[in-house]
């Protein structure tokens, strides 16, 4: 029995040392040495919200594209803030998205279904191209973020975003190898924008859309937003 026993240990000892070196030696190590960020934040206006586009890059690591191939659900959470700058307290938080991607492969249709996900925010997309799958992940547009009369024009605010990613990871043959070691997981750190303010016009910007300009009723001036370099 004493017999027995050392045998096991030593075999689950084995089996461990194994799963860790094919770890350190398998490309799966190489999403620790990415580092995704967040890139290109642009904010502008669209009708009465405030909507922001972006950008991640770095975001996909071999083993994510091999999960992906295989029918893992890959997601990247969005998570997006527009706060107000506080001089003495902690900077105030206006309002908040959170925006879901998810990319999933359909070996029968040979197609990945892209869904886009949150507030004000709902979009399905099928496509066969590994470059259109992509670009959707990784891309932010015309995310709606508050409405504008909730920004003071004597305020400044910026807005900031960091990306999440989400996979399975218990999927074979890593759900029996690797089920303790997040190799599949990164979060981005925080990236804002330079101090931004409402114009002080916008109002007037609304009665010229209503007296019957050429602008639509209802809709506001996208150059309502002022940007200031820090």
Do not use: C
Request: proline share 4%; charged share 25%.
């Amino acid at each position: 029995m004493k017999h027995l026993i050392i045998s096991k240990m030593r075999l689950v000892n084995s089996v461990l040392i194994w799963g860790l070196f094919i770890f350190m030696s398998s490309p799966a190590i190489s999403s620790f040495a990415m580092s995704p960020n967040i890139v290109n934040i642009g904010v502008s206006t669209k009708a009465k919200y405030l909507v922001m586009n972006a950008r991640l890059i770095d975001g996909f690591s071999e083993k994510i594209l091999e999960a992906i191939e295989n029918g893992v659900p890959v997601g990247f959470t969005y998570e997006i803030e527009l706060r107000k700058e506080n001089t003495i307290w902690t900077d105030s938080l206006i309002s908040s998205n959170t925006v879901r991607h998810k990319i999933q492969y359909d070996s029968l249709k040979k197609a990945y279904r892209f869904t886009e996900t949150g507030k004000n925010v709902r979009r399905k997309v099928i496509t066969q191209k590994v470059s259109r799958y992509k670009k959707l992940m990784l891309t932010l547009n015309n995310i709606p973020i508050a409405p504008i009369y909730r920004m003071d024009p004597k305020e400044n605010y910026y807005i900031r975003v960091k990306a999440d990613l989400e996979t399975d990871r218990f999927w074979f043959p890593f759900n029996y190898i690797f089920f303790f070691v997040p190799f599949n997981d990164f979060k981005t750190s925080w990236v804002r924008t330079s101090p931004l303010a409402i114009d002080p016009d916008i109002e007037l910007s609304k009665q010229t859309s209503s007296s019957g300009s050429r602008t639509r009723k209802g809709k506001v001036s996208r150059d309502v937003i002022r940007s200031f370099n820090k």
